[in-house]
Every structure is written in C-alpha cells, then in structure tokens.
C-alpha cells in the first residue's frame, strides 16, 4: 500500500485493514490517513508522527510516505510503537490549508461547538491519538510536521507547546537541533493545536515543527528534510536516546499574540517579509480599531502573520530572544 496515494484516493473515509511485515511488524489502516505500526516484541517508546494537518503543506506528507515506505520494504526496523496521521486529506486534495476552518485551531475539545468537516476529523483524530497514548509507555513522542507560508530567516524551527507546571526538556532540545531544527519558540499559553492537546492531555513531549517552506507536491527536494528523515528513523527504530544537551538551538519567547478584533484589522509587514525578521523599537507591526502594536525593544520578530483570519482569531505573533531558563528545564 501506497499510504499518501491510498489516503488521497480516500480523502473522507477508508475501510479499517491490517497486515503483517515479513518481519513480524503489524500495520493497521484505522481510517483514511491514520496508519498505526507496531513492533513485533510490545514497545516502550510510542512515536506519533503528524501531518498534513494543513492541506497545503506537502512536503511532511512526502516525508511519511517515504517513512513508511521505508518500514513496508523491511529497510527500517520498527522498535517503537508508531502512529501516522495525515491530518486532513480533502484539503490536500485541494491544495488548500484547509476546507472550512483552521484543523490546528480544533484540538482539546474546541471540535464540539462546531459542525465542520475538520471539527470531525478533529475528533476522529482525538480518539485514536487517545487510545494510542493509553496505558502505560515509558515514552510519548509527538512531533506535528508542518511547512509555513512565508519564508523564514530560521529555515526550521519548532514550537513548544505550553506546558503549565510541566519542565522543558533540554534532550528533547538537543533532538531537535540533530534534526537541523534552528530554533525553538515557548508557547506561552494553552492552544487548539494538535500538539498543545498530545503536550497537555498525554504528558507527551510534544512540539510543532516548522520544516520551511510551503511548495505543491512534487516541487519538494526531499534532501532538504534528511536531516529531519535521520532522526525520525532513529525514533522509530528506537536508537534515539535522547542523552545530548542542545547547543546551538535559538530560544524564543511570545511577547504578544497579536488578535484580529474588527475587519479594520491591517498587518504593516511587507508581504515578502521572512518569519523572525528582526525589528528596532518602536515599529508598527499591526493596527486595528483602538489597537496598535509597535514592538517594545530592539530584536523583537514577528512569526506566523496572516490577516485573512476570522476576527477573534491569532493574527501574528511577536516574539524576542530569551535564554533557556534552567530552572524550568529537566534532562
Ligand atoms: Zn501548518
């Protein structure tokens, strides 16, 4: 089975199978995009890796694909328990972020109050990524890979989703560094995103991933992501040990979420402007009825700008440099 051709070919629904590997490894189609892998002897560790949560963003779907092709030939050893998920099929079939609302804005229950295709795919989504973090794995892993819309003067770059009284992880830091990820930036608080729901409801490590930029299926040179690829691999072959401590990776901080109120609502960033482009004092980065936000301090970015949002909806963040504080951060 091709699993993004079968996935695209079934973009609501696709009937639940099961086969075993050669080697003993069992793969279960739950539904159209939900691909559960387990390893023959019972896993410690379990890996979800998501995707296509947005439909436009191809190149993490080629990434999975390529994944499990990888484990399908018997190349790649499966050691964790593992979960794919292409997030929203009929969206990629469109070549669209999504159909009707924002998938990443749905998670924790923010499905219920709505009727939409991904509010239902949101709760799908929910309930197999609950019984998949069931029981009790010494490990949960949740890595949601996504492309952005703009450029970015951090090609890859992660965000960490907001964890309350919970620590950061400096191994989980140095992984992401390994797997050339050039910066992280810590939510500052709760979200719909896939990843704040893993994060917040499993205990699960869990990050949004950046990877670059967005292109059309079949525009992507895959050797961009090998880095990425490698330590993916390492994840599901279970030969991560998550033992270093980060070196190089930016630190950054939310300064303001910066919220769409009425349809006055203006973004002052040129169009071509990359994501984390620095910015002096004083720069007016948004206005709206009432509101304006120029930047405090010297060195503050703007991430993830997009004015065309229903008003009450993120428009931008502002965030700024800040050093991992060690109080808050465990092994
Ligand atoms: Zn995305």
Redesign the pocket.
Known sequence: MRFLEHTLSHPVHAKPQSLVLSNGVSVTLIDTGLLRISPPEPANQRVLISCG??GN?TAPMEIVDHLFQEIQSGKLAVVSDVLFIIGNPPAANRAERFIDENL?RLFSGKHETSTTAEAKRASLIEQVTRTFFSGQPTRRLHYDL?TAIRGSKLDKFAVYPYLHQRKWSLTQLAFLESCGIEGVLFSNQPSGTYSYFTSNEFGAHSFTLELGKVRKFGDNDLSNFSAVFDGLKRLISGNESFQEMPRTIQTFSVVEEVIKRTEAFQLHIDDNAENFTEFCQGTLLASDVGYEYRTHCDGERFVFPISNVPCGQRAMLVVAPTSIPFTHTER
């Open positions: 949560i947005h963003e990443n996504h």
